[in-house]
């Protein structure tokens, strides 16, 4: 069963709601990423919870009237008009209070959600019978779903995509510097309230797929787990609508694929598999990549030490060039075992060459460790000189510095020292000075 709703052949009304909630996770993941941006992601929790009174109104009033409360497109205004108040109220006790607007949210968010459990209470007691199916909406189902109600969310989510690929460019001004979009004559406030609406949209969208409850989770986690994996913003939008349609269409298979499954629950379950993969995994920001490119960076630090000390060694006019694994350690306030380790390093990458239990820097490693020396007196002097610390002050900064200066900085360094007459040895002389 579940293979066949994967591959959209489990029916056409299964591959209809399994459509729709790749739609809905890819408006969802496109304005996300925005909302992340604009730092209005708590926002949109404010509004998933205020939808629930507008659903339950709705329902109670189209029953007053005589009218069917399970009318789809009827609950779905009323969840929008409660999100658009919901947002008024939050952005009315920013400015009318001192409150922050994280307690603004805190506020609306409880009482909404309150006003909504009442209500649901309320349906219950009703001639009409219990919730009348209004469970759907806070913890989502797609089973549940009819095919014409998905593809009328579908739409929504739809004319949410497209609105929001029109908008990227005003919305990227605003969201990075909205200070220069005023002062250049940009509309901030609309185009904040288009950004705002985009996300009533697709909230309304995902209320029966997701539910008012998880949707939120839809609108964060998947922008969260595309920046791992990019800076540029082209492609952090992009990736967070991948991300948010494959946590629907995971979602929304496994649903309709187990009844009595909420869509919810497992649609957010599957984006924060996909947060825990970027977490983990992303090339560059992911942990296992930090932990490397730290590692790397201790050993390569370890490495410059040891060819440092070997020179320094060298230079002793009391001792030869090849140098002890005791000696090393000794020099440097090491222990024998790590002087072992990074000497091993060193000799891999070819910076010194072992004769039994003795090392000697190879011609390699002999231009490396001029250079580190030399760029050590270049940060030295610029210090001193610029920065007016003492000299007795300076060494710790320096050997930090020292590993990591490039090839551009050294020549700035080196201009800048140059206009206060100061000229620091070039790698010939300091070569000179230690054979």
Same mark, same amino acid.
């Given at each position: 069963?579940?293979w066949?709703?994967? &591959?959209?052949q489990?029916g056409?009304?299964t591959?209809?709601?399994? %459509?729709?909630?790749m739609?809905? $996770?890819?408006?969802? $993941?496109?304005?996300?990423?925005l909302?992340?941006?604009?730092?209005r992601?708590?926002?949109?929790?404010?509004?998933?919870h205020?939808?629930l009174?507008?659903?339950a109104?709705?329902?109670?009033?189209?029953?007053?009237?005589g009218? *069917?409360?399970?009318?789809?497109?009827?609950?779905?205004?009323?969840?929008?008009i409660?999100?658009? %108040?919901?947002i008024l109220?939050?952005?009315?006790?920013?400015?009318?209070?001192?409150?922050?607007e994280?307690?603004?949210?805190?506020?609306?968010l409880?009482?909404?959600?309150?006003?909504?459990?009442?209500?649901l209470?309320i349906?219950?007691?009703?001639p009409?019978?219990?919730?009348?199916? %209004?469970g759907t909406?806070?913890?989502g189902? &797609?089973? @549940?779903?009819?095919t014409?109600d998905?593809? !009328?969310?579908?739409?929504? @989510?739809?004319v949410?995509?497209?609105?929001?690929?029109?908008?990227?460019?005003? !919305?990227a001004?605003?969201?990075?510097?909205?200070?220069f979009a005023?002062?250049?004559?940009?509309?901030?406030?609309?185009?904040d309230v288009a950004?705002m609406?985009?996300?009533?949209?697709?909230?309304?969208?995902?209320?029966?797929a997701?539910g008012l409850?998880?949707?939120?989770a839809?609108?964060?986690?998947?922008p969260?787990?595309?920046?791992f994996?990019t800076? =540029?913003?082209s492609r952090?939008? #992009?990736?967070?609508g991948i991300?948010?349609?494959?946590?629907?269409?995971l979602?929304?298979?496994? +649903?309709a694929? @187990?009844?009595g499954?909420?869509?919810?629950?497992?649609i957010?379950?599957?984006?924060g598999?996909?947060?825990?993969?970027?977490l983990?995994?992303?090339p560059?920001?992911?942990?296992?990549?930090?932990i490397?490119?730290h590692? *790397?960076l201790?050993i390569k630090?370890?490495?410059?030490?040891?060819v440092?000390?070997? %020179?320094?060694?060298q230079t002793? #006019?009391?001792?030869?060039?090849?140098s002890?694994? *005791?000696d090393i350690?000794?020099?440097?306030?090491?222990?024998?075992?790590?002087?072992?380790?990074v000497?091993l390093?060193a000799?891999?990458?070819?910076l010194?060459?072992s004769?039994?239990?003795?090392?000697?820097?190879?011609?390699?490693?002999? =231009?490396?460790?001029l =250079?580190? @020396?030399?760029?050590?007196?270049?940060w030295?002097q610029?210090?001193? +000189?610029?920065?007016?610390?003492?000299?007795?002050h300076?060494d710790w +900064?320096?050997?930090?510095?020292?590993?990591?200066?490039s090839?551009?900085?050294?020549q =700035?360094l080196?201009?800048?020292?140059?206009?206060?007459?100061i000229?620091?040895?070039?790698l010939a +002389?300091i070569?000179?000075?230690?054979?």
């Amino acid at each position: 069963m579940i293979w066949n709703a994967l &591959t959209f052949q489990a029916g056409f009304n299964t591959t209809v709601v399994v %459509l729709a909630a790749m739609l809905i $996770g890819l408006a969802a $993941g496109l304005i996300g990423s925005l909302a992340l941006l604009r730092k209005r992601a708590l926002m949109a929790d404010a509004l998933s919870h205020a939808s629930l009174p507008g659903v339950a109104g709705a329902f109670i009033l189209m029953n007053l009237l005589g009218f *069917s409360g399970k009318n789809l497109s009827v609950l779905l205004v009323g969840a929008a008009i409660t999100g658009v %108040l919901a947002i008024l109220s939050v952005q009315g006790l920013v400015r009318k209070t001192r409150l922050r607007e994280d307690a603004a949210i805190g506020i609306v968010l409880s009482v909404s959600f309150g006003v909504g459990i009442v209500l649901l209470s309320i349906i219950q007691s009703m001639p009409q019978g219990t919730q009348g199916g %209004l469970g759907t909406f806070i913890y989502g189902q &797609t089973a @549940a779903m009819r095919t014409r109600d998905a593809i !009328f969310m579908g739409c929504i @989510a739809f004319v949410a995509i497209v609105a929001t690929l029109l908008l990227l460019k005003e !919305f990227a001004v605003v969201c990075f510097n909205d200070e220069f979009a005023k002062v250049t004559g940009w509309p901030v406030t609309i185009i904040d309230v288009a950004m705002m609406a985009l996300v009533v949209l697709v909230t309304v969208a995902g209320l029966q797929a997701v539910g008012l409850l998880l949707i939120v989770a839809l609108l964060i986690i998947p922008p969260t787990a595309a920046r791992f994996w990019t800076n =540029r913003l082209s492609r952090f939008v #992009a990736v967070s609508g991948i991300f948010g349609a494959m946590s629907g269409y995971l979602g929304a298979v496994t +649903s309709a694929s @187990a009844a009595g499954l909420p869509a919810g629950a497992v649609i957010v379950l599957t984006s924060g598999v996909i947060f825990t993969i970027s977490l983990l995994l992303a090339p560059k920001r992911g942990m296992i990549a930090g932990i490397v490119q730290h590692q *790397s960076l201790r050993i390569k630090l370890s490495i410059d030490h040891l060819v440092e000390a070997l %020179l320094e060694l060298q230079t002793n #006019a009391h001792s030869s060039k090849l140098s002890s694994i *005791s000696d090393i350690a000794h020099h440097l306030g090491w222990t024998h075992g790590k002087a072992w380790r990074v000497a091993l390093c060193a000799r891999i990458a070819s910076l010194i060459k072992s004769t039994g239990n003795t090392h000697a820097l190879t011609e390699k490693g002999h =231009r490396h460790a001029l =250079r580190i @020396a030399r760029n050590h007196r270049l940060w030295e002097q610029y210090l001193i +000189s610029y920065a007016d610390i003492a000299p007795s002050h300076v060494d710790w +900064s320096v050997d930090q510095v020292e590993h990591v200066l490039s090839e551009e900085l050294v020549q =700035r360094l080196e201009g800048a020292l140059a206009q206060r007459g100061i000229i620091v040895p070039s790698l010939a +002389s300091i070569g000179a000075g230690t054979s």
